[in-house]
């Protein structure tokens, strides 16, 4: 049995954070047995490493971070973290599985997380000030706005753009996603490679995924996501609703 460390949120929501979706999707396509063990903010760090999985990577004052997703799998006593290596160990470890990264595409992959990521990072100040309103305890509260002062420099209810400089991230967020409605254009199929879902389709809808859950289905900010692109974004969601299921 594979164990899927994710995050945790309050109820009703289950899972919601986008890097640990990403694993998800890998593991439902696959048709791996797994169960998820859900920690909060405040517990992960010491909860990975306690269960010996290595670090994610080191702090700016070299401390090593433990995140999820990570997964330990019992059949082979390999521990995992980080998304990518995860969908890669698990192509590697169960070859005759459907793959993350299918055959000769392994450089289209990498190209695209790399773009996507960088790209991508001003969604996080839509995302991350809504991020409280989902968190299950006062703890976990606490943690996510001391780490994220540190991390954004501002008060958690600060992060947010308004007026003109919000404008400016939506015309931004809008131009990456004409990239990437480009791209998909091009493809034979509904996902980035032709018919077969792959890693970089999860990616983006990882972080679809948490914009979609932590905002509401009826908020603005997810409307605006879902409709650019003629609704590309939600249809995508869609085509791989198969996939998102919390376990199998
Ligand atoms: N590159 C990693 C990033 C993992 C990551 O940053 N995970 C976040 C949740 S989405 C986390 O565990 N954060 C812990 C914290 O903020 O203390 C991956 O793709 O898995």
Redesign the pocket.
Known sequence: MITLYD?AAKDPIKYW????W?ARYVLNLKKLPYQTVYVD?ED??RVIREAGIPP?HHNADGKPMH???SIIDDATGAAV????KIAEYLDKQYPDTPRAFPVGTEALQGAFYRYYNDNIRELSLLLVPSVPDILRKEASLEYFYR?RLASFGKPVDQIRPVGEELEKLWEKLHAVHDTLEGWYTKSSGSFLVGDTPSFGDFTLAGRLQAMKIVHGEDSEDWKKLSTVNNGRWAKLLKDLEKYASVEN
């Not at 954070?17 to 640990?20: C, F, L, V």
């Not at 973290?81 to 990518?84: K, P, V």
Request: proline share 17%.
């Open positions: 995050l954070s986008p890097n640990p990403k903010f992960i760090d994610s995140t999820v997703p973290t980080d998304s990518y780490s």
